[in-house]
Every structure is written in structure tokens, then in C-alpha cells.
């Protein structure tokens, strides 16, 4: 088994930025990609952006790709995503999520997932 844990979600205004954290624990060697999803007030839950373990690629939706940073800390089981130019779009529980998928760009990829963290960006 394998626990994420976020932490770093708040409030901020529009234009400003926000970094979110998720660590993980337990089985952690079967995992290749962690992944942040958001699910918005009354919306479908959306993937937001995705890294690999090994190798560090990277890949992002359109909606917040140039604004939003993900990475990982290897030694600490760590990824982040760092939210700069956020938007009042942009409110959202934020989920963070490990697969064995080399890619995995989609929830159905995905075999564990944190409580989620709330972010809200005031207009």
C-alpha cells in the first residue's frame, strides 16, 4: 500500500502563488508517475499535471500549463507543484495521486490518492 499526504493548499488572491506538497510512504518502489488532479465546485474532476519518478518528465493540461511547476524531491518521496499567476479558475480541491504507469495522464491510470488540499484564489 501506498499513502499520500498534501498539505500547502490556502487561501491567495488572484495573480499571486501558492505551492502544494505531497508526500508519500509505504510501498513507494512500485511507483512511476505522481500526478495533481482538481476537482472544482459543481465540476468533473480535472488532471492538472504529471512527473515520473526516474526520469523527471513533466506534462501539464493547457489550462495551467506556463503557470503551474510540477517536481519531485526523490530523497524525500516528495512532489510539489508550485501555482504562480493563479486565478479565481484555478479554486479547486487539489488531489495529489501515484501510478505504476510510466505515463499516466488520466485518473483511470492512477491507483492511489491523497485526501486533497483546498485552494482558493479570490478575485
Known amino acids: 500500500q501506498v499513502q499520500l499526504v498534501e498539505s500547502g493548499g490556502g487561501l491567495v488572491q488572484a495573480g499571486g502563488s501558492l505551492r502544494v506538497s505531497c508526500a508519500s510512504s509505504g510501498r513507494t518502489f512500485s511507483l512511476r508517475t505522481m500526478g495533481w488532479f482538481r476537482r472544482a465546485p459543481g465540476k468533473e474532476r480535472e488532471f492538472v499535471a504529471d512527473?515520473?519518478?526516474?526520469?523527471?518528465?513533466?506534462y501539464y493540461s493547457d489550462s495551467v500549463k506556463g503557470r503551474f511547476t510540477i517536481s519531485r524531491d526523490n530523497a524525500k518521496n516528495t512532489v510539489y507543484l508550485q501555482m504562480n499567476s493563479l486565478k479565481p479558475e484555478d479554486t479547486a480541491v487539489y488531489y495529489c495521486?501515484?501510478?505504476?504507469?510510466?505515463?499516466?495522464?488520466?485518473?483511470?491510470?492512477?491507483?492511489?490518492w491523497g485526501q486533497g488540499t483546498q485552494v482558493t484564489v479570490s478575485s
Open positions: 495521486a501515484a501510478s505504476r504507469y510510466e505515463v499516466a495522464h488520466t485518473a483511470t491510470l492512477y491507483d492511489y
Open positions: 512527473i515520473s519518478w526516474n526520469y523527471g518528465v513533466t
